[in-house]
Nanobody
Framework: QAQLVQSGGGSVQSGGSLRLSCVHP???????FAWFRQAPGNEREGVAN???????RYADSVKGRFRISRDKPMNTIYLEMNSLKPEDTAMYYC??????????????????WGEGTQVTVSS
């Protein structure tokens, strides 16, 4: 049974917005969470991460357009994506680790993963 349950995503035109959600067990409330994405033929790359104290970091490619946040009472992590571009098209994954967020974001540093949700941006 997946520990991280994702929702959101879909298809949107260039310039549009989408929001991804990731619901986690309450016991993960102190964990570092991150969003990764993987386009066909590419490696999985880190997009954004958020610490327990809500300190955030973003990949340069999404700075100013994406926002990661956490709703502690709802045990949910969000990724709000604005001004979407065709190059944002990918499968997006929520990830968690009980340790501090690694820098740079590395796939191998995260122990828990969501199942992924597709984001498609058309020009």
């Amino acid at each position: 049974q997946a520990q991280l349950v994702q929702s959101g995503g879909g298809s949107v035109q260039s310039g549009g917005s989408l929001r991804l959600s990731c619901v986690h067990p309450e016991r993960y409330e102190s964990y570092c969470f991150a969003w990764f994405r993987q386009a066909p033929g590419n490696e999985r790359e880190g997009v954004a991460n958020i610490e327990q104290d809500s300190t955030r970091r973003y990949a340069d490619s999404v700075k100013g357009r994406f926002r990661i946040s956490r709703d502690k009472p709802m045990n949910t992590i969000y990724l709000e994506m604005n001004s979407l571009k065709p190059e944002d098209t990918a499968m997006y994954y929520c990830a968690a680790t009980p340790f501090l967020c690694p820098e740079p974001l590395a796939v191998t540093a995260f122990q828990f993963w969501g199942e992924g949700t597709q984001v498609t941006v058309s020009s």
